[in-house]
């Protein structure tokens, strides 16, 4: 069985955001990029399936410029057997699901994975998008995923009710917290290897959007807080009542 | 512009936001004009039905089902309806249940899509609507393009307002094709009667701070009286203190509770971009410089066990008033 993760590029957590000139953007000097928290329990999970024997190959996949081939060339490192970059600024999710769509009917997978939001837009619509443009099954919110026999079982998490479903690819399976708790890191061995495993660019075959961003701003400065005393703490509950008005 | 209306439900009735989404397509209804149209699928008792006028649905659609279809059987039989309703706005709730059918259903509309939108539209032509991203770290002014337009609305945003009109309630049944699956339901859990943490107006939530899964019976206790939601900080949810659905932050929920009660949070940037939507933050942490101090409205600087029994006081005080 031959896996996909689909790897978005993204912004370190802790970045600070600067509006960038144009207002468009944000400012990317100096930034830290990491891959996607989600999409990068998606691999470890993935890698763990390969490990286990129950997986052939593991690829990884990113639509974007140059500048997410450090990104890609980690995965690699952390396990995954190739990449596939497809050279493009994407506008929005509908872009990058395109290019995407293009990959897996080039190639088929039994099981694409894809996380179920990138940190930089928070968009939650790529996984969605890419299944709907392939027609294809799809299970969303996924906390678990185990493979016997060719047989996948899945475990979903939505507002504390779990759910166990039995399934068989191709499937695409949209990826949160759960899936596996600490996210792989690369060897030393795994850097060297890396090197040499082939990161395949293939240019884009779409660069339609349907969205387009107008302006980013920065969020309005939050006003101070005010302490209360710890012997006098019953006192919150009040504030929240009469001054706050929110309870 | 008829504007379409996903309502989901639970028990036979709405979930809540349901009437929070009916008040906000209402809103817009009065700059793109149009119909208000509710769609609601499984299990739905006629008395709850007939709620969604109070808020402004005029015409209020059941699909009757035990059990729902899968999600790409989902967001085909949406993909129906919509067409049908002639709807060119369809509004979700930004959930789990919205942003897994929502772009499936983009896919087959050729639709623009906007997650996590907390107000009405700037305007409606061009289509500009404002969203969070970078996880609150910056607001995007973005402009849906496309003929249809999907929105994702954030929860506790925009608010349940009354605005009953006459509607035309309808009830149809499902085609058995809908309900073929590649998938076989082993097992489920259910959680009844629990308020859920993405819809609840207050929440009570823990951190590391708390030391140990022993220490959450005053937790809990607050939030039974104050009739809120529980949640916890990633650590928390990690090291199986409590379970993984409480989990707020950057990879977990994102939630815009009124008031979000933070007890032993050291208020680290990702767990902040879980919880800068709340409209009140309270904070209780011994350390004074802790970071969750600069995003809250009120402070303690106190050990969370001895200030949660004062609170537990104050609080049972005041409800029983
Ligand atoms: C990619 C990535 C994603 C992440 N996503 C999330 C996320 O979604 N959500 C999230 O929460 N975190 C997330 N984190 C982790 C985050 O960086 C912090 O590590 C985490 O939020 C800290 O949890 P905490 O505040 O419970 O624990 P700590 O940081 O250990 O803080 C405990 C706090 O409790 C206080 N305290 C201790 N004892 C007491 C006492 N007796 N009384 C009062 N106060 C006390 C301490 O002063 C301290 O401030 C993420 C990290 C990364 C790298």
Not at chain 1, 198 to 221: D, K, R
Not at chain 2, 297 to 321: C, F
Request: hydrophobic residues 40%.
């Amino acid at each position: 069985m031959k896996i996909l993760v689909c790897i978005s590029n993204v912004p370190d957590t802790t970045t600070k955001i600067v509006i960038g000139a144009d207002d468009k953007n944000i400012n990317t000097a100096g930034i830290q990029w990491i891959i996607n928290p989600w999409d990068e329990l998606a691999l470890t999970r993935a890698l763990e399936l390969k490990d286990a024997g129950k997986i052939s190959e593991v690829v990884v996949a990113n639509v974007g410029t140059a500048i997410t081939e450090a990104t890609l060339r980690k995965s690699l490192a952390t396990g995954a057997d190739r990449a596939i970059r497809v050279n493009t600024e994407p506008a929005d999710a509908w872009t990058v699901a395109s290019n995407l769509s293009e990959v897996v009917k080039n190639e088929p997978f039994d099981i694409i994975l894809c996380g179920i939001e990138s940190s930089d837009h928070n968009g939650s619509s790529v996984g969605g998008l890419l299944a709907g443009m392939l027609d294809l099954n799809f299970i969303s919110s996924v906390s678990g995923l185990d493979i016997e026999n060719e047989k996948l079982t899945v475990q979903r998490e939505i507002d504390g009710e779990k759910e166990i479903l039995e399934t068989q690819g191709p499937v695409l399976l949209v990826i949160q917290k759960g899936i596996a708790i600490v996210p792989r890191i690369p060897s030393m061995r795994g850097i060297m290897q890396a090197r040499t495993k082939p990161l395949q660019i293939v240019e884009a075959t779409s660069s339609e959007s349907m969205t387009e961003t107008v302006q980013v701003t920065l969020p309005p400065e939050k006003g101070k807080c005010k302490m209360i005393d710890a012997e006098n703490a019953g006192e919150v509950i009040r504030l929240l009542r009469e001054e706050a008005k929110v309870l | 512009m008829n504007i379409l209306i996903y309502t989901e439900t639970r028990e036979g009735s709405f979930k809540k936001q349901g009437f929070e989404l009916i008040s906000y397509a209402k809103a817009l209804s009065g700059m793109t004009g149009g119909e208000v149209i509710s769609l609601a699928i499984g299990e739905i008792f006629d008395e709850e039905l007939k709620k969604a006028a109070d808020y402004g649905a005029s015409r209020i659609i059941a699909l009757e089902a035990d059990q729902l279809p899968d999600n790409r059987n989902l967001s085909k039989l949406l993909i129906q309806w919509i067409k049908q309703a002639n709807a060119q706005v369809i509004l979700f709730a930004d959930n789990n249940t919205g942003k897994a059918i929502a772009p499936f259903v983009a896919a087959g509309l050729k639709a623009g899509i906007a997650t996590g939108i907390t107000g009405l539209p700037e305007k409606t032509d061009p289509f500009i609507v404002t969203r969070k991203i970078y996880s609150g770290k910056a607001l995007a002014k973005i402009q849906v393009k496309s003929h249809y337009k999907i929105l994702l609305l954030a929860a506790n945003t925009f608010g349940i307002k009354n605005d009953p009109v006459v509607p035309v309630i309808e009830r149809h049944n499902i085609e058995a094709e809908y309900f073929e699956s590649p998938n076989k339901i082993i097992s489920t859990e259910k959680q009844t009667g629990k308020i859920l943490l993405g819809e609840a107006e207050i929440v009570v939530s823990a951190g590391r701070g708390m030391k140990s899964p022993d220490n959450w019976g005053s937790i809990e206790e607050l939030a039974q009286i104050l009739g809120a939601a529980t949640a916890c900080s990633r650590p928390v949810s990690d090291e199986g203190w409590r379970p993984h659905g409480e989990h707020v932050g950057q990879t977990g929920k994102v939630i815009n509770p009124n008031i979000y009660f933070a007890f032993g949070i050291s208020g680290a940037i990702q767990h902040v971009a879980g919880i800068s939507g709340s409209k009140v933050i309270v904070a209780v942490n011994k350390d004074h410089e802790a970071p969750i101090f600069n995003v809250a409205d009120y402070g303690i600087v106190g050990d969370v066990n001895q200030v949660l029994p004062k609170m537990i006081e104050a609080a049972r005080k005041i409800k029983t008033e």
